[in-house]
C-alpha cells in the first residue's frame, strides 16, 4: 500500500469516527426535537383536525373525535349545541328574523369554538395546583353567552291607507245595475326597525329614512290605490374593526398574540351554511326575462336554491330563505338589478362580503358571499353597472351569489321581477297523480288515491288555484288525513275543515269534491287585496287581511303550508 491509499484511508476513518461522535453527540437533542415534534403533531390533530372531523362528517365516530383526551363522552352533545344555538334568534317574529338573517349563529361554529376555549392542553384553562387530571369539559351554554349576537331595536308605526270597492247601500243605480262606490282604510302597525347588531365579526349600527310606496289595481270602481308610509334603510356603518370583538374574546381568555391570527382562521372555517338546496327551482328552459329589475349576474346561471321555507334533512328545523342563490364560478361579474343609491358594502356577518342597494319605492336589494366588492357606501349606480365579483365568503360552501329583494324591509321572491319562475299558488297548474300519490303513499295518507286527488284537481282548475296548495292545506289542517285515523272516511270528505269543521254542522255534509272547490273559491277570495310584497300563502293567515284569514293558529299554518306547498311543487 502506497503512501497514497494510506493517506486515503486514514482520512475516512478519522470521518467516520468524527461523525460517529457527531452523531452520538447531537443524538439526545434529535431525539428531544423528534419527540416534540410528534407530540405536537399529535396534540394539534386531537385538538383541531380531529373536532374538525366530528363536525363535518368525515370521520366514522364523531363522537370519539370531538371527545378524545376527555373522560366520558356525552352522546347529545351535538343536539345540544343545535339547541343551544338556536336561541340566537329567541324571541324574534318573523319581520324581525329578515332584518337579521345574516347575524345567525352556525352551531358548528358554536361547537368548535366552545371545544377550542375549553381545552386545557391548548389554553391552560385550569391553573388550579389541585386539579389532577386536566379534563375538557364543554360549556356550550357559557360560550353561547359570549359569542352570540345583541340586537338593538326601535319602534316604529307603519301605515296602510289602502282603497276598497264595496257594495253602495241603497242596492242600484239608475240603469238597475248594482252600485259601488270607493272606501279609504288606515291601518297603522307598529314593527321593530333594527337599529344596532352587534356580533363577533363587528358592530353594525343603522340609519333610516321615511319611504311612500304605492300599488293599484282595477276594480268594478275604477282603480284602486294602496299606499304604505314606512322606512328604508339609508346606511349600515361599522363602528369596529373587523374581527375585534372576537380577539377581545380571544384576550379574555388569556389567548396569546401568537395564537390569536391561527384561531380565527381556524374558527372561520366552521361559519359555512348548513341550509340545503330546494324548493320550487325552474326548469332548464327558464331564462330571466322582462320585469322590472335586471339579472345580476350572465342569464345561463342556474337558481340553485329558491326564495321560501325550508325544511332541514337532519336537524329538522325549519327556516326562512329570503333570496335565491345563483351556482356561478368564483370571479363572476355581478351587476346592479336596478338604479339606486349604495347603503352598504363590506363584510357583513356569514353574508361575507355584501352589498345593499336601496332603490324607489321602498325596494331594496341585496348581494351576498362575493369575492370582491367594486362600489362604496353612498355611491350611486345604475341598472347592470358592475358592482362586485361573486365568490363564497361568509357562510357559503360554494361559490354563489345570494341575491334578495326586499319592499318595505320584507323579503319578497326576486324570480316575479325577472318575467316569471316559481310555482304561483294562485295559479293553476295540474297535479301529477301518480307522483302525488306515491308522495302521499310515503305518509300513509288516505289522500293516495287517483280519484281523490282527481277532484282535488278539478277544484283547482275550475277557480285557477294551484291545486298543490289545496292538497298542502290538508297537510297543515288533518296532516293530510293518516289512513290509521279511525275516522279517516269521514274526515277525507272535508280535510279542508271548511264551515268550521269536518264532524260537525254542514262541514259534516260534504263530499270531497265540495269541500275542494269550497276551500278554493275561499282561498280566492282571501287573496284578493294581497300588497304585492307580502307572501300569497302569509296572506292567507294574516290578521291584517281585510278580508278574513283561513286558520286560527297564523304563523305555524303559513309555516307548515309553505313547508309541504315547496315539497308538492318539486313533483314531477
Known sequence: MDIKQLSKKAARYVG???L????????????????????????????????????????????????????????????????????????LNAFQLAQVDPYSLPYGWLAIVDRTLQDPFFLQTYSDPEVVYKELVLKPDETFEEVKPVFTWENRQQKTVQQVCVRKSGGTNANGKKSYVIQTTTTIVTKELLMKARTMQNEYVYSYVPTVSSSKKSSKCGTLTTTIYWFAVSDVQTTLEDWQPLRELLVQHKVSDKDQDFLMDYWKEYLVDDDIEGGFLPDDSWVPSGGSLTWPVPSSHRITSSFGVRVHPVTGETKMHNGIDIGIPEGTPVVAAGTGTVVYAAPMGTAGNAIIIKHEGGVETRYYHLLKINVQSGQTVEAGQQIALSGTTGRSTGPHLHFEV???GNPV??????????????KYRPLNIMAIQLWLQSRNSALANAPTLRMIDAAGKATNVDPHLLIAITGAEQSFVPASHPQAAQ????????????????????????????????????????????????????????????????DNWFKNVSIFYDQLSQLR
Not at 262541514?507 to 284578493?528: M, N, P, Y
Open 16 to 18: 467516520d469516527l468524527l
Open 20 to 91: 460517529r461522535k457527531l452523531l452520538i453527540a447531537i443524538a439526545p437533542y434529535v431525539l428531544i426535537f423528534v419527540g416534540i415534534f410528534i407530540l405536537g403533531a399529535i396534540a394539534f390533530y386531537s385538538i383541531f383536525e380531529m373536532p374538525k372531523e366530528a363536525l363535518t362528517g368525515t370521520t366514522t365516530d364523531p363522537l370519539q373525535a370531538f371527545f378524545y383526551g376527555t373522560k366520558e363522552e356525552q352522546e347529545d352533545v351535538f343536539p345540544k349545541y343545535q339547541e343551544v344555538a338556536s336561541k340566537w334568534n329567541e324571541g
Open 406 to 408: 326586499r319592499v318595505n
Open 413 to 426: 321572491d326576486p324570480i316575479s321581477y325577472f318575467g316569471g319562475g316559481g310555482s304561483d299558488p294562485l
Open 491 to 554: 274526515i277525507i270528505r272535508n280535510p279542508w275543515n271548511v264551515f268550521g269543521f269536518w264532524s260537525k254542522g254542514k262541514g259534516a255534509t260534504l263530499t270531497t269534491g265540495e269541500s275542494a272547490r269550497i276551500a278554493a273559491k275561499t282561498i280566492v277570495k282571501l287573496s284578493k287585496g294581497r300588497p304585492a310584497n307580502v307572501n300569497p300563502i302569509q296572506w292567507l293567515s294574516s290578521r291584517d287581511n281585510p278580508s278574513g284569514y283561513y286558520a286560527g293558529d297564523g
